[in-house]
């Protein structure tokens, strides 16, 4: 999962630079998408990925014999991509309803509190499984599982819908540029997200990084015009951690995991 933050994160600063996406990066995304499956998929299962784990809905389509258990998944695959198509128009709509009732940024708002609300049950999850040593490993995995998810097909599907939307209304199709705000914003992500995968790479995770990163999340946040030095922060903390690798001059051991995981030298046990 960390090493495979490494290919979107590099063709994304390809994208910033030509401050526009297009169909063309749409196609390339959900490639290195499909490659990390491809990677994930080779991998061994964890030790503490039980049944039990999951949730009771889960855990009864599971259960069920032959056909059956293909069926209860994907129907129940439907029913919530279903559920998604008939209130994300709604939500959406809710959400710049509050921004204007409480005077605040529509921007911002959306780009803030809709991610968190709309992921709030992958957090839930996420957060009982840190409780327990066991499974703190899985609920951090599973947040940057996650991320992957959406610097590669999350953010294919924009250039594809943007594209799609102007080619119906316009007859013609149009790529999606991006203005100085969203070059600021992309930046600040991406070296966000830079940084907490380096601050995993050699598969560490520490209180003192946990509280690093979240003081400079709430600057950011809660002080909107700091956010250029909040990505020179970003920076030279991942410089900083880069220097002190080379210094070290040890493997780190999540490109170590990787290469051993897609050549199969890695048994269950050890996974």
């Not at 830079?194 to 050699?202: C, S, Y």
């Not at 080379?246 to 780190?252: D, E, I, Q, S, T």
């Amino acid at each position: 999962e960390v090493v495979g933050l490494v290919p979107p994160l590099l063709y994304f600063i390809v994208i910033l630079i030509k401050q526009s996406t297009s169909w063309v990066d749409a196609i390339i995304l959900l490639a290195l998408y499909t490659l990390y499956l491809w990677a994930l998929l080779r991998n061994p299962p964890h030790d503490v990925e039980q049944l039990g784990d999951a949730p009771r809905v889960s855990q009864w389509a599971m259960r069920q014999r032959g056909w059956r258990r293909q069926a209860a998944i994907g129907a129940l695959l439907a029913a919530g991509g279903a559920l998604l198509y008939v209130t994300a128009h709604p939500f959406l709509e809710s959400m710049l309803a509050v921004a204007a009732l409480l005077g605040v940024s529509q921007f911002v708002l959306v780009q803030w509190v809709a991610p968190f609300l709309s992921e709030f049950p992958e957090k839930v999850s996420a957060f009982l499984w840190a409780r327990r040593v066991t499974h703190a490993p899985m609920a951090l995995m599973n947040m940057v599982s996650s991320n992957i998810n959406q610097w590669t097909v999350l953010a294919a599907m924009i250039p594809l819908v943007f594209g799609y939307s102007h080619y119906h209304h316009t007859g013609v199709w149009a790529d999606f540029h991006f203005d100085a705000e969203q070059r600021l914003e992309i930046t600040l992500t991406l070296l966000q997200t830079a940084l907490g995968m380096v601050v995993l790479a050699n598969m560490e995770f520490d209180w003192f990084d946990a509280t690093a990163l979240f003081v400079l999340w709430a600057v950011q946040f809660f002080v909107p015009h700091l956010r250029e030095e909040v990505s020179v922060a970003y920076a030279l903390w991942i410089i900083v951690l880069g220097v002190g690798f080379a210094v070290r001059a040890k493997p780190l051991l999540a490109p170590k995991y990787f290469w051993e995981t897609v050549t199969k030298k890695r048994s269950a046990g050890t996974a």
